[in-house]
Nanobody, 119 residues
Framework: QVHLVESGGGLVQPGGSLRLTCVIS????????MGWYRQAPGKQREMVAH???????NYADSVKGRFTITQDYARGTVYLDMTSLNSEDTAVYYC?????????????WGQGTQVTVSS
């Protein structure tokens, strides 16, 4: 089982920015697709940003141009930089390893990190 630790969430005003961090083994990071997901109250969990082991990025339409996923192999870390946040971005954010379709159906989840966008 892959061990992941998410951090960086918090309360931010609309229009603000946050950086989320996911720590994972560097060796796994080199081999696996990685993604950030979120689940808002009363809604299904959804993929927010995804990066393949080859570096191909994919984003949910709702965050394109605002969120950026990057990874640091040396630190074994995946980041999600979020800008121009709005209330629709309020959710618990999770990271996970693997193809996004598989992750959403079969993966187990950590505690995530809460992001709240509110004035």
């Amino acid at each position: 089982q892959v061990h992941l630790v998410e951090s960086g969430g918090g309360l931010v005003q609309p229009g603000g920015s946050l950086r989320l961090t996911c720590v994972i083994s560097g060796e796994i990071l080199r081999l696996a697709d990685m993604g950030w997901y979120r689940q808002a109250p009363g809604k299904q969990r959804e993929m927010v940003a995804h990066i393949t082991s080859e570096g191909t990025r994919n984003y949910a339409d709702s965050v394109k141009g605002r969120f950026t996923i990057t990874q640091d192999y040396a630190r074994g870390t995946v980041y999600l930089d979020m800008t121009s946040l709005n209330s629709e971005d309020t959710a618990v954010y999770y990271c996970n390893a693997g193809p996004s379709n598989w992750v959403l159906q079969f993966a187990s989840w950590g505690q995530g990190t809460q992001v709240t966008v509110s004035s």
